[in-house]
Nanobody, 113 residues
Framework: VQLQASGGGLVQPGGSLRVSCVAS????????MGWYRQAPGKQRELVAG???????SYADSVKGRFIISRDNAKKSVDLQMDSLKLEDTAVYYC????????WGQGTLVTVSS
């Protein structure tokens, strides 16, 4: 199983970014996908998750600003990040749970003026 993430980059506070992830090697569409992030000196935390049913969950810190979505046919998950804040700066990791947990390679999101 491989998770290929893309997107991220540098954005000013209040701006928007989108990160995407595609899973390969998973033979079912019924698996959990999500995005975690890890800021310097902090533990990795769950930002948003989405089940194959479409049920979503968000960290309190991103509710109302981030939207997670998925395409079950493509086995992909996107995270649309709006109204970005300085504290959103982190490496964002795609995650999938299908029999086991799998991680993508991480993509850096930097929010800076």
């Amino acid at each position: 199983v491989q998770l290929q993430a893309s997107g991220g980059g540098l954005v000013q506070p209040g701006g928007s970014l989108r990160v995407s992830c595609v899973a390969s090697g998973i033979t079912s569409s019924r698996f959990f996908m999500g995005w975690y992030r890890q800021a310097p000196g902090k533990q990795r935390e769950l930002v948003a998750g989405i089940a194959s049913s479409g049920t979503t969950s968000y960290a309190d810190s991103v509710k109302g600003r981030f939207i997670i979505s998925r395409d079950n046919a493509k086995k992909s998950v996107d995270l649309q990040m709006d109204s970005l804040k300085l504290e959103d700066t982190a490496v964002y990791y795609c995650y999938a749970n299908w029999l086991h947990g799998y991680w993508g390679q991480g993509t850096l999101v930097t929010v800076s003026s």
